[in-house]
């Protein structure tokens, strides 16, 4: 017997079992994104309404699902709901695979009895705030990529082609440029062995972003920063109207759905993304408890763009408040579509222009000299 075998049929012997183990490492490793809660949904949603039983739909999902730590909760679920729990009380259990936003529109669903309808805008709406914020994502990388790339072609020449014209210059014996002379020594600050400087200043750097995160974890320190980031040039803006679009499109959700105001108002606060905008939305929700109205506790804050804050105020006069906030929801997410569109417009030529720039000065104080060589001649 091969001591691979022996080791198996010993551990079965004490009762270990191998597959649970696996399951158990697949379910840790496992990471649950919104594309597959809103592929959940949606097919829940498509089953219920078709007039299969909670129970069966829950057991066709579990058996199809691909994502290990789904696929555990899903048959979990189907379990406790055969044994007459509810739906959204058994999802409680799993906090990191159903958040209260999920939770809390299942339970209005499971209330009110339509629970496929409540699904189903539920996949709507994490389909388009998962768009939303995907389109956010990719205006921001695209900078940093070019600039990364940037930052490495200028390292590169600063280090392997700057050191090979500096020896030509020092046989030549010509007066450098001032521009030159700072390209060199940015050149032996790269090259210079043992690292000692470069080291500083890359310690410097981690540093500073080791203390950006400690005071991001803050309440103050997030506070902070979060209203910089709606105050930047460009990104600000569309950080602004994204959020503005998430409250609106979650709180219009829940109310719809008929979860009370009040717990509406403090799940949107707790998913706003900002702490700037999550501080407007409690401010808010305190002014509604004292009587007070949305639209005016949002206009107090100042954090709110005009036009939506009135669109609320008609909403609340009207007593649709809840269709309002769908309609400025909307719109605004037709906003920061058309904005990361334009900024990715307006970004891709700067972008070009500054590796151009980069190179070109490299390349510029290595020429500079040159010229006054041939001047002399």
């Known amino acids: 017997m091969t001591t691979n075998k022996m080791v ?3 551990s079965r012997k004490q009762g270990f079992d191998f597959k649970k183990l696996e399951e158990d490492l697949n379910v840790a490793m496992a990471s649950i994104t919104v594309k597959d809660l809103a592929i959940f949904a949606r097919q829940f949603a498509a089953m219920f309404n078709a007039g299969i039983s909670m129970a069966r739909c829950l057991s066709v999902l579990g058996e199809q699902c691909e994502n290990a730590k789904l696929k555990r909760a899903i048959n979990t679920l189907r379990a406790d709901v055969e044994e007459g729990e509810e739906l959204s009380l058994s999802m409680r259990k799993f906090p990191d695979v ?3 936003l999920f939770v809390s529109m299942v339970w209005a669903g499971e209330t009110g009895g339509v629970l496929d309808e409540t699904l189903e805008r539920l996949a709507v709406m994490m389909e388009k705030n998962h768009k939303t914020q995907s389109e956010i994502k990719s205006a921001t990388s695209y900078p940093k990529t070019v600039l990364f790339i940037a930052i490495a072609v200028f390292f590169g020449m600063a280090t392997f082609l700057l050191p090979t014209f500096s020896g030509i210059f020092e046989q030549i014996g010509v007066e450098l440029p001032l521009f030159t002379v700072m390209m060199l020594k940015i050149s032996a600050f790269c090259t210079t062995w043992p690292p000692i400087p470069q080291a500083i200043v890359i310690g410097g750097l981690i540093g500073i972003y080791f203390a950006y995160t400690v005071a991001y974890k803050t309440d103050s320190g997030r506070l902070f920063f979060d209203k910089i980031y709606l105050k930047l040039p460009l990104f600000g803006a569309i950080l602004e109207k994204s959020a503005v679009a998430r409250f609106c499109i979650i709180f219009g ?6 979860v009370p105001i009040m717990n509406s108002m403090e799940i ?19 002014e509604i408890q004292q ?7 949002l206009q107090e804050e100042n954090v709110f763009p005009g036009l939506a804050i009135q669109m609320i105020a008609i909403g609340e006069e009207s007593g649709e408040l809840d269709k309002m906030l769908m309609k400025v929801g909307a719109f605004y997410e037709t906003e920061v579509e058309e904005a990361v569109k334009s900024l990715t417009s307006a970004l ?6 500054v590796v151009g720039g980069i190179v070109a000065s490299v390349l510029l104080s290595m020429y500079l000299p040159m010229f006054k060589v041939f001047e002399s001649l």
Not at 253 to 258: E, F, I, Q, V
């Open 268 to 286: 949107v606060r707790d998913v706003a993304g900002n702490q700037a905008i999550a501080n407007a939305i409690e401010y808010a929700r305190n």
């Open 253 to 258: 959700s829940l109310t719809r759905s008929g």
């Open 8 to 10: 198996k049929s010993h």
């Open 348 to 353: 891709e030529p700067l972008m070009i222009v």
């Open 98 to 100: 159903f958040d209260q």
């Open 291 to 297: 009587g007070g109205l949305i639209s005016l506790a």
